[in-house]
């Protein structure tokens, strides 16, 4: 293994994973983002998934409501990272576990990733500047049920999705319903990595940049412009 590089492994994995964009296991390719990340191995990821099936196996029903009571009530609730939001641990599923802090994106990943252990039908929504989650709708793409995990799992519908993307975003950009479409699971992903890409970037840490940048690259679609990117910002690691 090259210095500074993750394990092959968990890239090949994680490229297995992201290979079929209707069959794409979200938590475990969450899981292989913060392991590569981490200088963890791949077997690290089972301890994820095993986190992840404990937390289900606490919450007695079925149901939205319970959901969220367990995820965000109680003694020791996840909760939005307000006072460090940028930092990249809250975007890593290891350190999201472990703190049972993160921002909107993880603790989404996270609340869809329970819930489906439930047999809720979640999915993300790429709201701009706040990602959400919402109820799969059985008709369309639009959901009309929506958690917010990054303040406390509150339940939301269409118009409170707007008063709350103006709160995020200020008063005078346009709220568009399309805004709340479902976000497929690549598009997630790939939200994950952006982010921790511009953080890594400011940061200057270009060792974890780096793998992000690998991790980007596995994704289906990549464009050539993209790819020259990838090389123009790994050029002083070379």
């Known amino acids: 293994m090259e210095s500074g590089l993750p394990p092959r492994d968990l890239i090949q994995r994680f490229s297995e994973i992201v290979k079929s964009p209707m069959a794409v296991s979200l938590d475990e ?37 319970a959901l969220v009571a367990a995820l965000f009530g109680g003694s020791h609730p996840f909760r939005g990272n307000q006072a460090d939001y940028y930092a990249a641990s809250n975007s890593l ?9 993160g921002i909107p994106i993880s603790l989404s990943i996270l609340t869809i990733e329970v819930g489906r252990r439930l047999g809720l039908d979640l999915s993300g929504v790429g709201m701009p500047a706040h990602f959400i989650v919402g109820v799969t709708p059985s008709v369309g793409f639009i959901p009309e049920l929506f958690i917010d995990p990054f303040h406390g799992g509150q339940l939301l519908n269409l118009e409170q ?12 950009q346009p709220f568009d319903r399309l ?12 939200r994950v990595l952006n982010n921790l890409k511009a953080i890594y970037s400011r940061n200057g840490d270009l060792r974890s940049l780096r793998t992000v940048m690998i991790l980007r690259s596995r994704l289906p679609g990549i464009g050539a412009v993209e790819l020259d990117e990838f090389r123009r910002l790994m050029a002083p690691l070379n």
Not at 93 to 101: C, G, M, Q, S, W
Not at 161 to 172: D, E, I, K, Y
Not at 179 to 190: N, S
């Open 179 to 190: 805004f709340l479409a479902v976000t497929p699971t690549l598009g997630i992903l790939e």
């Open 161 to 172: 999705c707007q008063a709350l993307f103006h709160r995020v975003v200020g008063q005078h």
């Open 93 to 101: 599923v290891h350190r999201v576990l472990e703190r049972r802090i």
């Open 29 to 65: 390719a969450w899981a292989r983002i913060g392991a590569s990340l981490q200088g963890l191995q791949a077997t690290d990821t089972e301890t994820v998934i095993r986190g992840l099936d404990d937390i289900a196996a606490r919450i007695a029903e079925p149901s939205v409501e």
